[in-house]
Structure formats: structure tokens, C-alpha cells
């Protein structure tokens, strides 16, 4: 009789065990010769040498199964226990979108046409624009790129920015130190990540200079190398902004620009430079723009329809300011 410890990486307890431990019983109860227990992120096994090897390969399809299933069938997770393992696993499994397990084994997929548009075309190079309006995904998609990038050593640090243009708030009446006014602004970048990396190994990131967030001003004078950077809210830079940024590509980077050309927040919209950037730079080979739409937004059902009577209203507002030049 031996003993061995199992250690669950990459998947959340609770999905796997159900609620009260339900699905753990039935486990315990598929193998009689072993005691299994568990004790937090850890699974402890004693019996003979041959009926753990057999657990040990049953419990790795579940884990599988786990990770590539948003919601487990009950029917399905039987099969697996009662050796039927494959065919369950090839029928739930999405080829080519999982691109990482964030905190507790959350499965990150790219879920829309557009999102797994931007994956393949960062595959293919190395400076892409995702263009789009709000709750498309651009953001959270291009990050689990960077963090999926930072786990396979492709690259040994992510750079994530943004303009600080103030949305008709201002800056200097936030409380706090420089850092404390700026964060609100950042804080979208802080979430996606707080999804996809545990907090303390994020607070490592953070601490060593891995994993950076600054705005896009004290990107000035740098070379970006051996990175993986974004720069969100492109919409909000100006062209001199968006030059100085693209510019600073070193070797091994891989640059991802996000914006939404509805929001600009600058005093004019001739302003913004990822207007202009996107004119000039659209036929240039190896760099790639991909346009998100209504059809990719994953927030609450609602707020399609909402991005569609705005957008439905600046069209009639554009139209009615071309009648009114065109009849002076």
C-alpha cells in the first residue's frame, strides 16, 4: 500500500467536486479499493500501486472535462468515472479558442467571430488594431493574448497603458497622490487581469516589473523588447501620442491597439490619432485591423441594444448637420 498526493492546478475545487461535495462522493464511491480525501487545493491517496495509476488517469480526463465545460452534464461526468472518457472529451472539447485557465481554472475564450479574428491574426503578427464599440471584448481578449503570451515564455514582460484623458471629470479634483488619480483609469486593465492570474502571483507580476500598467505618457523614450504591450482607449491619443507609442516596437513585441472610435473624449475628434493612424497605416503588410461590432458584445443582452440606438442617433445627427450645410 502506498500513499500519494494529487496537487489541482488550473481548476476550481468547487466546479469540480459540485456543491457539498456531491460529485467528489461519487468519486470516492467509483473507487472502493482506494481512501481518497481531500484537503484544499490537494487530493491525498492511499491503496495499492495499480488502483491509484487508474485513478490518477481517470482523474486527469475529468480535470479535462472540467476545464473545456462551462456547465458539466451530470450524465457525462458519469461516463468518464465508468472509464467512457474519449468520446465525451472529443464532443465537448473547443478546438483552437481556450486560450488560457485563469484564476480557479476559468476556461478564457475567445467567444465571437471578431475575438477569434484578432487571435488568428496575432498568431500571424506582431501589430494589430482592434477597433469597436464598448463591451465587444477587444480589451479583455487582447490581454489574455498577453497573458497567454507571458505563460508559454514568448515574452518576458506585458506593458498595458492608457491616455489619461479625463471623461469629463477632472483629474485634479480625485483625491490622493498622482498614482491614486491615475488608477481609476486603469482600473479595467487591473480587472481583466485579476481574472486571468491568481492575486498573489499577480502582486509578484506587479512587484517585479512583469507585469506593468502606466499611461501612455511615460512610454516616451523607451524601447519595448522581449514585450507584449497594449495600449487601450486609442481612441483618446492624439497622433503625435500614437506615434511616439508605435514607435517604440523593439525586438520580439508584439503590440495590440484598442479603441473605440465612438468614445473619443479629446476636444475634437479630428484629434484622434488612431483616426488617422488607421488611414494611413491599413494597407501596410504585416499590420492587421480588426473591426468588432454589435454582433460581439458579451455584456448584458441590453447593452446591444443600446450601442444600437446610439450609433442609430449619430447617424441621423450626421445627416442632419450635412443638410444644414448643404442648404446654407
Avoid at 15 to 41: C, T
Avoid at 48 to 53: C, F, M, V
Avoid at 130 to 147: E, S
Amino acid at each position: 500500500m502506498i500513499e500519494k498526493k494529487i496537487y489541482l492546478e488550473g481548476v476550481d475545487p468547487l466546479k469540480l467536486f459540485g456543491i457539498n461535495n456531491v460529485r467528489f462522493d461519487r468519486i470516492k464511491k467509483s473507487f472502493p479499493k482506494i481512501k481518497i480525501v481531500s484537503r484544499g487545493s490537494e487530493i491525498i491517496l492511499k491503496g495499492e500501486a495499480a488502483e491509484i495509476l487508474h485513478f490518477e488517469k481517470t482523474f486527469e480526463l475529468l480535470i479535462d472535462y472540467i476545464q473545456h465545460t462551462d456547465s458539466p452534464d451530470e450524465q457525462e461526468f458519469e461516463e468518464l468515472l465508468q472509464g467512457n472518457g474519449k468520446v465525451v472529451l472529443e464532443n465537448n472539447k473547443v478546438q483552437g479558442d481556450v486560450l488560457l485557465y485563469g484564476d480557479g481554472g476559468k476556461p478564457i475564450r475567445a467567444k465571437t467571430v471578431n475575438q477569434k479574428a484578432l487571435v488568428k491574426s496575432c498568431d500571424e503578427t506582431d501589430l494589430m488594431f482592434a477597433i469597436g464599440p464598448a463591451g465587444t471584448g477587444k480589451t479583455y481578449t487582447a490581454i489574455a493574448l498577453a497573458v497567454r503570451a507571458l505563460k508559454q515564455q514568448r515574452v518576458k514582460r506585458i506593458i498595458l497603458t492608457r491616455p489619461a484623458v479625463e471623461a469629463g471629470e477632472k483629474l485634479g479634483f480625485l483625491p490622493g497622490d498622482f498614482k491614486e488619480k491615475l488608477d481609476p483609469y486603469l482600473q479595467p486593465l487591473y480587472d481583466a487581469l485579476d481574472d486571468m492570474i491568481p492575486s498573489k502571483k499577480l502582486r509578484g507580476f506587479l512587484e517585479d516589473n512583469t507585469i506593468q500598467i502606466a499611461p501612455l505618457a511615460f512610454m516616451r523614450g523607451r524601447t519595448l523588447d522581449n514585450a507584449f504591450v497594449i495600449l487601450d482607449e486609442a481612441q483618446n491619443a492624439t497622433a503625435m501620442q500614437l506615434k511616439m507609442f508605435l514607435t517604440r516596437m523593439g525586438k520580439n513585441a508584439t503590440f495590440i491597439i484598442t479603441g473605440d472610435l465612438t468614445q473619443i473624449d479629446l476636444p475634437s475628434r479630428r484629434d484622434s490619432g488612431l483616426l488617422r493612424a488607421i488611414g494611413m497605416l491599413e494597407k501596410i503588410e504585416g499590420i492587421a485591423i480588426v473591426y468588432f461590432d454589435a454582433r460581439d458584445i458579451v455584456r448584458h443582452k441590453l447593452v446591444k441594444q443600446i450601442v444600437k440606438a446610439y450609433d442609430e442617433e449619430q447617424k441621423k445627427e450626421g445627416l442632419d448637420s450635412s443638410d444644414k450645410s448643404t442648404n446654407q
